[in-house]
C-alpha cells in the first residue's frame, strides 16, 4: 500500500551539509502538506520544517536560515537541504505526510478514500568531528 522513503542521512562534519528526500508511493491522490521531524536519543519527536500543497513552510527556531523545504516536481516528493549543520543536529530525521488521500478497493472491486497521515522509517543523520 502507501508508503514514504527517505534518503540522503549519513554522517557529516559541523559546518557541512546534507540532502534529505522523500518520496511517497502508492494510490495516493494528493497531499495537504510534508514535513520532516527528528528524535534525538532521549527526547521526543519533534518538528523540523513542513511544506503545505500551496507552498507555505514552517520551520524550527533552532533551524531557521540553515535549512529549506521544499516540494519537488512531483506532488509525492519532498526534500530537506541542510546547511551549517551542528552537532545538536544529530538524529534521526522522519518523513511525514498529513492529510494524505488515498484510494482504496474492496473485495467487491469498488473505490472509497481515506484521509490519513504517514510516517517514513526514519534516516540517521550524524554530525561530528
Known amino acids: 500500500q502507501v508508503h514514504l522513503v527517505e534518503s540522503g542521512g549519513g554522517g557529516v562534519q559541523p559546518g557541512g551539509s546534507l540532502r534529505l528526500s522523500c518520496t511517497a508511493s502508492?494510490?495516493?491522490?494528493?497531499?495537504?502538506?510534508m514535513g520532516w521531524y527528528r528524535q534525538a536519543p532521549g527526547k521526543q519527536r519533534v518538528l523540523v520544517a513542513s511544506?503545505?500543497?500551496?507552498?507555505?513552510?514552517n520551520y524550527a527556531d533552532s533551524v531557521k536560515g540553515r535549512f529549506t523545504i521544499s516540494r519537488g516536481d512531483a506532488k509525492n516528493t519532498v526534500f530537506l537541504q541542510m546547511n551549517s549543520l551542528k552537532p545538536e543536529d544529530t538524529a534521526v530525521y522522519y518523513c511525514?505526510?498529513?492529510?494524505?488521500?488515498?484510494?482504496?478497493?474492496?473485495?467487491?472491486?469498488?473505490?472509497?478514500?481515506?484521509?490519513?497521515?504517514?510516517w517514513g522509517r526514519g534516516t540517521q543523520v550524524t554530525v561530528s568531528s
Open positions: 511525514n505526510a498529513d492529510g494524505a488521500q488515498t484510494r482504496n478497493k474492496t473485495i467487491s472491486g469498488s473505490f472509497y478514500y481515506q484521509i490519513m497521515k504517514l
Open positions: 502508492g494510490s495516493i491522490i494528493s497531499i495537504r502538506a
Open positions: 511544506v503545505t500543497s500551496g507552498g507555505t513552510t
